[in-house]
């Protein structure tokens, strides 16, 4: 069992910054993943960034650029700095991380969200 706990969400206007925090416990040891996802009112949950093992890293289209993903790995935390943030951004945040199950099966984890609200 996994457990997720997310911080860092707030209100700030177009253009600032933010700084989620994902902090992970429990049976952590065999996650082979970690990311963050968004969902928009109406829309699907779509990735925003993950980050694989040790370093590699992946970025939706929309956020390149402005987004940055990293983990401590330490701290066992993933950290999502949010920079150039537009109204568009605004969405609940989840942490997600993955676990390998059998053969391609693979068991997803979810944190409980924090709101996320760029003003223009």
């Known amino acids: 069992q996994v457990q997720l706990v997310e911080s860092g969400g707030g209100l700030v206007q177009a253009g600032g910054s933010l700084r989620l925090s994902c902090a992970a416990s429990g049976s952590i040891g065999s996650i082979n993943s970690m990311g963050w996802y968004r969902q928009a009112p109406g829309k699907q949950r779509e990735l925003v960034a993950v980050?694989?093992?040790?370093?590699?890293?992946n970025y939706a289209d929309s956020v390149k650029g402005r987004f940055t993903i990293s983990r401590d790995n330490d701290k066992n935390t993933v950290y999502l700095q949010m920079n150039g943030l537009k109204p568009e951004d605004t969405a609940v945040y989840y942490c997600?991380?993955?676990?390998?199950?059998?053969?391609?099966?693979?068991?997803?984890?979810w944190g409980q969200g924090t709101q996320v609200t760029v003003s223009s």
């Open positions: 997600n991380a993955v676990k390998p199950a059998y053969k391609n099966t693979y068991i997803n984890y």
């Open positions: 980050i694989i093992s040790g370093d590699r890293v």
